[in-house]
């Protein structure tokens, strides 16, 4: 089946709509015909941008509420077919420096989101986007969905608890939930005025300014999807029963050290310069060191392989920004 068999005239929620990849999925649903509700806090801090949707605004509904509110969600859930559950704490630094926030949004909102779901809406469909920060420093290279998870910060841990909230509710109450464990994704409408989503992001706007940015050490070795990849992946995953109870790796290729990656940005970029200097003391202590993901098992239950190379993606985040940077400092 198509994606446009799929999800025309179908009923889609989206919770962290406005921010990066919510906002993509949501540009992509609107093309396949799909009825969109769009759900973001707006809270500075989380990524969410009503830029994101420019051009969108009279094909979607939006609701301003946050995913805490269980009698918002409670509300939002019924007579939904999908949800794509992307609202969340994204910062590991945030997360150190305020656990009790992270708590709530990523692991006991969930558990909310859910109950609402079981409660108001058993029929609907979600798919979770967690991430590959529960692994931790990997054991070995590639890394696996069977590698121990171990995270090196509070959002890790919180974000495991989201996860398996739903893998839970997968088993025990039969409400069809997957999980994608995200690595480095970047691409256009992702938030760049400071690191609270990737590194990438803030490299990418001091490039655009001509200004220089800083590569911390540079050897680490990283993989990189491309948001129209990671868009696919949840659509895939949302359409197929076989992934019910699963959990997926997203990965990207080639993989790159920091400083290759930052070579090839001033390449594509026709410009630009780096400093390299040692970690910060308080970024060292939860650093993972080199990590890429294995996704064989998404690309043989669901057929899902990353297709746009880092160069393309590259240069296509450097055009956006390019052209829209106002819009996000």
Same mark, same amino acid.
């Given at each position: 089946?198509?994606?446009?068999? /799929? ?18 999925? #949501? ?16 809270? !500075? ?53 305020? !656990? ?15 109950? #609402?779901? $079981? ?5 609907? &469909? ?10 931790? *420093?990997?054991?070995?290279? !590639? ?15 919180? *974000? ?50 001509? *200004?220089?940015? /800083? ?14 990849? #990671?868009? /696919? ?46 970690? !910060? #003391? @308080? ?6 060191? @080199? ?15 990353? &297709?746009?190379?880092? $160069?393309?993606?590259? $240069? ?14």
């Amino acid at each position: 089946m198509t994606f446009q068999a /799929e999800f025309e005239n179908r009923r889609v929620l989206i919770t962290g709509a406005l921010g990066f990849i919510g906002s993509n999925l #949501a540009r992509r649903l609107v093309e396949l015909g799909a009825q969109v509700l769009l759900i973001d806090s707006l809270i !500075p801090e989380y990524g969410g941008n009503l830029f994101n949707i420019a051009g969108l605004e009279d094909r979607v509904r939006l609701n301003i509420s946050d995913v805490r509110d269980a009698h918002s969600m409670r509300y939002l859930v019924q007579g939904q077919d999908y949800l794509f559950n992307l609202a969340g704490q994204t910062s590991h630094m945030d997360s150190m420096q305020d !656990p009790d926030t992270d708590l709530e949004i990523n692991c006991r909102a969930q558990l909310s989101i859910l109950e #609402a779901c $079981r409660k108001y809406n058993p029929q609907i &469909k979600v798919v979770f986007a967690s991430t590959r920060q529960l692994y931790g *420093k990997p054991d070995y290279l !590639p890394v696996d969905e069977k590698h121990l998870r171990r995270p090196v910060d509070v959002n890790g841990i919180n *974000k495991m608890a989201g996860e398996w909230y739903h893998i839970l509710y997968n088993n025990v109450y039969g409400l069809r939930a997957c999980s994608l464990r995200l690595t480095n994704t970047y691409g256009p409408r992702m938030r760049v005025k400071d690191a609270r989503q990737t590194f990438l992001g803030v490299w990418l706007r001091l490039l655009v300014e001509g *200004k220089p940015f /800083e590569v911390w050490e540079g050897h680490q070795l990283r993989d990189f999807t491309y948001v129209d990849d #990671a868009v /696919e992946a949840f659509l895939l995953a949302a359409m197929s029963e076989a992934s019910n109870g699963e959990i997926f790796n997203l990965g990207g290729e080639p993989v790159v050290s920091l400083k290759e990656l930052a070579d090839l940005m001033i390449e594509v970029n026709g410009g630009g310069e780096y400093v390299t200097r040692s970690y !910060p #003391a @308080d970024r060292k202590r939860i650093d993972i060191g @080199d990590f890429y993901a294995d996704y064989t098992y998404i690309r043989r239950t669901l057929g899902w392989e990353p &297709k746009v190379h880092l $160069r393309e993606g590259v $240069r296509r985040a450097i055009e956006f920004y390019r052209a829209n940077l106002p819009h996000y400092v």
